[in-house]
């Protein structure tokens, strides 16, 4: 599947996109947990840190950032929880290709999580 955005599409294919904790630079992956302190030292937008709050203790979530590393720009961050749900989306773009480009990469995403649930 393509965004749309060649630049996005070209760096999908160098780096993939991975759901293992981990960084590079065009993604990062954090495991957290619900009321997790080291969301204060994130930068979350303030609507995710809000759900990583109120979430219980016993709850596991991943935050997915995405950048456009050519233009040091964030592309979108997404929370999911552990059954492979979308809990809240940002998406940093605003014109209207970037907001296609960026809802095919949750689906891309979304498919990853439910697969990976799938085969665990």
């Known amino acids: 599947m393509t965004t749309g955005i060649k630049s996005i599409d070209k760096l999908i294919a160098s780096y993939g996109l991975t759901t293992h904790a981990g960084k590079d630079a065009f993604q990062s992956v954090i495991r957290l947990r619900g009321g997790d302190a080291k969301a204060r030292t994130l930068k979350l937008p303030w609507c995710m840190y809000?759900?990583?709050?109120q979430k219980p203790v016993?709850?596991?979530?991943?935050y997915y950032q995405y950048f456009l590393p050519h233009r040091q720009h964030r592309l979108a961050s997404f929370l999911v929880d552990?059954?492979?749900?979308?809990?809240?989306?940002?998406?940093?773009l605003r014109d209207g290709r970037g907001v296609k480009a960026c809802k095919k990469l949750q689906v891309m995403l979304q498919t990853m999580c439910k697969a990976q649930l799938l085969a665990a």
Do not use: H, W
């Open 50 to 53: 809000q759900k990583v709050m």
């Open 58 to 62: 016993s709850s596991a979530l991943t």
């Open 82 to 92: 552990e059954k492979g749900n979308i809990v809240e989306q940002v998406y940093y």
